[in-house]
């Protein structure tokens, strides 16, 4: 049986993104639905440890959503530092006049606040639900999904892919480029015998980088490091691993004693088309799904989520299906997009390259981010704003 029902917005997606893209669309007054495929009682499992910057924090305090409970875990430094060769930097908050960088967070703490937020803020929200396919028509799209094996329609001005990237096919869209860096992330929580501060780690060694972000009297960590090696690491014994960890990471923060929760993840980079009709826009991974090493993936994400809302709330609701529409949130997002992946991917090939003249270059580079603080301060405000300051 079919049936119908029509919104504003309808965003397929409710991860991380999503969420914060309909809560935003319902604060500013439209009708908005949200399709997911999980259901809303399963478990998330995810080991994932975020690092939400200060931009990130300001968007979810803004919506209502953040939690104080996560200020206990702030980051107010971040040392950067190469295994082995000369040159360290370290970034901090005074250095952008901020009251701290950001704050650690975890995604299986932070994803069911969210969604749990849908229905508190009465955003029609639907699990268990794929949408299969989208229909364009002159001023609404026509959206086929399945829920629980039942076909059902749901038409909108507006659909935002929040998918993850999951499903751009259903758009008629597809990823532009792909990068496979032959490299997993290990993540988990990990101790050491000196009590941590408000000071991340980002150490470059030779297998890939490890970041460490402190929280409370433990770190999260994330070490990429060569796919051929992974299973083996995350199979090994904790007093093997633990030798590993610190042999690639080093003494900076004691010795390390207790790890749990390790988990893996493939590293790639993608980047999607964007759609250049009017009625369907891409935000998050779905856009662009980056390196975890400089820590933006979803930071950029909720910017965009941001960003459409804003855009959606200066026009009428009549014209949330034009192709203006769809031209100008491009727009809006086409810097910050363009840098924040230039600079995931940049920093990751100049810190995985085994050049040797690159060594020196990127000694010289982590020196020169302290002896030039304006270079310094617009890099970190573009890291945590984007480009507008
Ligand atoms: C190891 C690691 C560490 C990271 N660390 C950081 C960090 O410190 N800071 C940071 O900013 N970012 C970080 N990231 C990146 C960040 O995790 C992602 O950018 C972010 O989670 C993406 O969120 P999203 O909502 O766009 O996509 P997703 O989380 O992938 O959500 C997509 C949702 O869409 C649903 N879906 C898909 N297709 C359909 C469909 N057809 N119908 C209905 N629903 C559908 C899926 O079930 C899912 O729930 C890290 C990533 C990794 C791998």
Same mark, same amino acid.
């Given at each position: 049986?079919?049936?119908?029902?029509?919104?504003?917005?309808?965003?397929?997606?409710?991860?991380?993104?999503?969420?914060?893209?309909?809560?935003?669309?319902?604060?500013? =007054?439209?009708?908005?639905?949200? !399709?997911?495929?999980?259901?809303?009682?399963?478990?998330?499992?995810?080991? *994932?440890?975020?690092?939400?910057?200060?931009?990130?924090?300001?968007?979810?305090?803004?919506?209502? %959503?953040?939690?104080?409970?996560?200020?206990?875990?702030?980051?107010?430094?971040?040392?950067?530092?190469?295994? #082995?060769?000369? #040159?360290?930097?370290?970034?901090?908050?005074?250095?952008?006049?901020?009251?701290?960088?950001?704050?650690?967070? *975890?995604?299986?703490?932070?994803?069911?606040?969210?969604?749990?937020?849908?229905?508190?803020?009465?955003?029609?929200?639907?699990?268990?639900?794929?949408? +299969?396919?989208?229909?364009?028509?002159?001023?609404?799209?026509?959206?086929? &999904?399945? %829920? +629980?094996?039942?076909?059902?329609?749901?038409?909108?001005?507006?659909?935002?892919?929040?998918?993850?990237?999951?499903?751009? +096919?259903?758009? #008629? &869209?597809?990823?532009?480029?792909?990068?496979?860096?032959?490299?997993?992330?290990?993540?988990?929580? %990990?101790?050491?015998?000196?009590?941590?501060?408000?000071?991340?780690?980002? *150490?470059?060694?030779?297998?890939?980088? %490890?970041?460490?972000?402190?929280?409370?009297?433990?770190?999260?960590?994330?070490?990429?490091?060569?796919?051929?090696?992974?299973?083996?690491?995350?199979?090994?014994?904790?007093?093997?691993?633990?030798?590993?960890?610190?042999?690639?990471? =080093?003494?900076? /923060?004691?010795?390390?004693?207790?790890?749990?929760?390790?988990?893996?993840?493939?590293?790639?980079?993608?980047?999607?088309?964007?759609?250049?009709? =009017?009625?369907?826009?891409?935000? =998050?991974?779905?856009?662009?799904?980056?390196?975890?090493?400089?820590?933006?993936?979803?930071?950029?994400?909720?910017?965009?989520?941001?960003?459409?809302?804003?855009? /959606?709330?200066?026009?009428?609701?009549?014209? !949330?299906?034009?192709?203006?529409?769809?031209?100008?949130?491009?727009?809006? *997002?086409?810097?910050?997009?363009?840098?924040?992946?230039?600079?995931?991917?940049?920093?990751?090939?100049?810190?995985?390259?085994?050049?040797?003249?690159?060594?020196?270059?990127?000694?010289? #580079?982590?020196?020169?981010?302290?002896?030039?603080?304006?270079?310094?301060?617009?890099?970190?405000?573009?890291?945590?704003?984007?480009?507008? !300051?």
């Amino acid at each position: 049986m079919m049936s119908e029902t029509h919104y504003d917005v309808v965003v397929i997606g409710a991860g991380p993104v999503g969420c914060v893209a309909a809560l935003a669309m319902k604060q500013i =007054g439209l009708s908005t639905a949200v !399709l997911e495929v999980q259901s809303e009682k399963s478990e998330i499992s995810d080991g *994932r440890t975020l690092a939400l910057s200060w931009n990130s924090y300001l968007i979810l305090n803004r919506l209502n %959503i953040w939690s104080s409970n996560e200020e206990k875990f702030p980051i107010s430094r971040i040392q950067i530092s190469d295994r #082995g060769h000369f #040159g360290q930097s370290i970034v901090s908050a005074s250095d952008v006049q901020l009251p701290k960088l950001g704050f650690v967070v *975890r995604f299986k703490d932070l994803l069911p606040r969210l969604r749990k937020q849908l229905s508190q803020q009465q955003v029609k929200t639907l699990f268990e639900a794929s949408a +299969n396919s989208i229909e364009r028509y002159k001023d609404h799209s026509k959206i086929t &999904l399945d %829920i +629980n094996g039942t076909s059902s329609e749901i038409t909108t001005r507006l659909v935002v892919m929040a998918d993850g990237g999951q499903s751009l +096919n259903i758009a #008629g &869209l597809k990823f532009k480029k792909t990068v496979e860096y032959g490299h997993d992330a290990i993540v988990g929580i %990990i101790t050491s015998d000196s009590k941590p501060s408000d000071m991340a780690y980002e *150490r470059f060694t030779n297998s890939g980088p %490890i970041a460490l972000l402190p929280r409370g009297n433990e770190y999260a960590f994330v070490w990429s490091v060569p796919s051929t090696e992974s299973v083996d690491l995350l199979n090994q014994p904790e007093s093997r691993f633990l030798d590993a960890f610190q042999h690639a990471f =080093g003494d900076r /923060c004691g010795r390390f004693t207790s790890i749990r929760e390790k988990k893996s993840y493939s590293l790639a980079t993608r980047i999607a088309e964007q759609p250049s009709d =009017g009625g369907t826009v891409i935000i =998050g991974n779905a856009s662009q799904a980056l390196h975890p090493i400089a820590a933006q993936g979803l930071n950029l994400g909720l910017r965009d989520a941001w960003d459409l809302a804003e855009v /959606c709330g200066a026009i009428k609701n009549e014209h !949330l299906a034009s192709r203006d529409t769809v031209n100008k949130f491009r727009k809006k *997002r086409r810097w910050d997009r363009l840098q924040t992946t230039l600079f995931s991917t940049g920093l990751n090939r100049l810190f995985s390259s085994k050049l040797s003249s690159i060594f020196g270059a990127r000694g010289l #580079g982590l020196l020169g981010l302290d002896l030039v603080p304006l270079a310094k301060k617009l890099i970190i405000r573009q890291l945590i704003f984007g480009p507008k !300051l």
